[in-house]
């Protein structure tokens, strides 16, 4: 096993430690890299998670305090990324006991959208969630986000 092989091609690495697991060849295993790529995975479908959510959050900001520059394009990306935290969540069903923490970072990061992608001031904009978990993950919500453009 060359440990050197993790620092200096990363994939060669994957593709060895794969053939190692397969082949039931433990001893050459590389555990502390490979201990720590697994963890990585791990806290990547977080991250994840907390970035649609801050997507989301952001797009419900935008849809809530510009109600005039509404548009189709906001009105996709709430149900796209709707969809895509329930299959996340769906295919990793323990994150469900981190969704306080991954809400609370995208309202951080959707507040961060908000006033990037609009004219809007930091001060018109909540210093606290405006919206319940429900709220954030009911396809119906706001009222109007069904409206035909």
Not at 40 to 52: I, K, V, Y
């Amino acid at each position: 096993m060359e440990t050197n092989l993790y620092e200096t091609d990363f994939y060669s690495w994957t593709v060895e430690q794969s053939q190692f697991l397969q082949s039931g060849k433990f001893e050459h295993l590389d555990l502390i890299n490979l201990a720590e790529e697994i963890a990585s995975l791990g806290r990547q479908e977080r991250r994840e998670l907390e970035n649609r959510l801050g997507v989301l959050i952001g797009h419900l900001l935008k849809w809530q305090y510009q109600p005039e520059k509404r548009s189709r394009s906001w009105q996709v990306t709430i149900n796209a990324q709707r969809r895509e935290i329930q299959k996340l969540l769906a295919n990793n069903p323990s994150l469900k006991s981190h969704l306080d923490v991954a809400i609370a970072e995208g309202f951080i990061q959707g507040l961060d959208l908000a006033f990037t992608e609009t004219p809007l001031k930091k001060k018109d904009l909540p210093s606290e969630l405006p919206y319940s978990q429900d709220q954030i993950f009911d396809s119906s919500f706001p009222e109007d986000i069904d409206f035909e453009f």
